[in-house]
Nanobody
Framework: QESLAESGGGVVQPGGSLRLSCASSGFPFGIYTMSWHRQAPGQARELVARISSPDGNTNYADSVKGRFTISRDDLKSTVYLEMNSLKPEDTATYYC????????????????WGKGTLVTVSS
């Protein structure tokens, strides 16, 4: 079965760093676009960073550009999010997503979500 498991969340002080990991199994990780999303209490879920396959192109939300870095290890079927210079506004539950664009005659797009890991940035 398809599985995504986030880890690495916790409590850090403003200006600190944290590295999130998302380990996956049960699907061909190497051909999926991977991304990180976050959702703060009372707010909508937003895209934080994305890394595509097979080119490895990355995209970042303006709010995290220059501070966060997404990367992937296809041999480990794991995607990472390195977060630096953390701000209180970064406090949220961070979710990992796997996405595969697929034509309708092959049953359409595929999307998997992890359960999330909580990041709290506070003094």
């Amino acid at each position: 079965q398809e599985s995504l498991a986030e880890s690495g969340g916790g409590v850090v002080q403003p200006g600190g760093s944290l590295r999130l990991s998302c380990a996956s199994s049960g699907f061909p990780f190497g051909i999926y676009t991977m991304s990180w999303h976050r959702q703060a209490p009372g707010q909508a879920r937003e895209l934080v960073a994305r890394i595509s396959s097979p080119d490895g192109n990355t995209n970042y939300a303006d709010s995290v550009k220059g501070r966060f870095t997404i990367s992937r290890d296809d041999l480990k079927s794991t995607v990472y999010l390195e977060m630096n210079s953390l701000k209180p506004e970064d406090t949220a539950t961070y979710y990992c997503n796997a996405y595969l664009r697929r034509p309708p005659w092959l049953s359409g797009d595929v999307s998997y979500w992890g359960k999330g890991t909580l990041v709290t940035v506070s003094s």
